[in-house]
């Protein structure tokens, strides 16, 4: 299974809202699909598994939803450590990612 | 708390093998699959394979079969990659990450902080 996420790279203000889309090639088997979070020079973090299930530690401004091929992940309230590279995974067919989507605060 | 924690980074010459290790702790390292997933330098995320680490179980993406071998000693819960006949585009940060205790269709955490493997002549 291909992810494409998009838009590329999003330039945001703190305070608004982030909007990441992740679409796959085929339905993505049950909800087994995951969104990581990554900083420069630092491994991803596990943001939510399971479409929309906030991993521990994760504040609720970090939501996802979506079924079948598309799925998005939603950052409300953004603050400037939101500054990232983001990454969907599906996990229901052996193991993809998608290509990234950089998150820049302005 | 769980943790997983990667060898240093290596530089090695086209042809060379190269074996990264992944300690476990905080967790019964037998009760959990373990990843591995690389990433080349400005680029997006690969997985590579897994192993069981109760009973040694493995399977390997399809891009890595035949030049990858995943192992693991339970004795000092840790896993290892090794990844042989390197070329320079295996220049990647190499990450191992925890799966799911009983099941496959599950997502990795936590991650360990990879590992820096530099193939130049």
């Known amino acids: 299974i291909v992810l494409t996420q998009s838009p590329g790279t999003l330039s945001l203000s703190p305070g608004e809202r982030a909007t990441l889309s992740c679409r796959a090639s085929q339905s993505v088997i049950s909800t087994y699909l995951a969104w990581y979070q990554q900083k420069p020079g630092q491994a991803p973090r596990l943001l939510i598994y399971?479409?929309?299930r906030r991993a521990t530690g994760i504040p609720d401004r970090f939501s996802g939803s979506g079924s079948g091929t598309d799925f998005t992940l939603t950052i409300s309230r953004l603050e400037p450590e939101d500054s990232a590279v983001y990454y969907c995974q599906q996990y229901g067919t052996l193991y993809t990612f998608g290509q990234g989507t950089k998150l820049e605060i302005k | 708390q769980v943790q997983l924690v990667q060898s240093g980074a290596e530089v090695k010459k086209p042809g060379a093998s190269v074996k990264v290790s992944c300690k476990a702790s905080g967790y019964m390292f037998t009760g959990y699959y373990l990843f591995w997933v690389r990433q080349a330098p400005g680029q997006g995320l690969e997985w590579m394979g897994w192993i069981n680490p109760d009973g040694g179980g493995t399977n390997y993406a399809q891009t890595f079969q035949g030049r990858v071998s995943m192992t693991r000693d339970t004795s000092i819960s840790t896993a290892y990659m090794e990844l042989r006949s390197l070329k320079s585009d295996d220049t990647a940060v190499y990450y191992c990450?925890?799966?799911?205790?009983?099941?496959?269709?599950?997502?990795?955490?936590?991650w360990g902080q990879g590992t820096l493997v530099t193939v130049s002549s």
């Open positions: 990450a925890r799966g799911g205790a009983r099941n496959l269709d599950h997502w990795f955490d936590p």
């Open positions: 399971d479409v929309s």
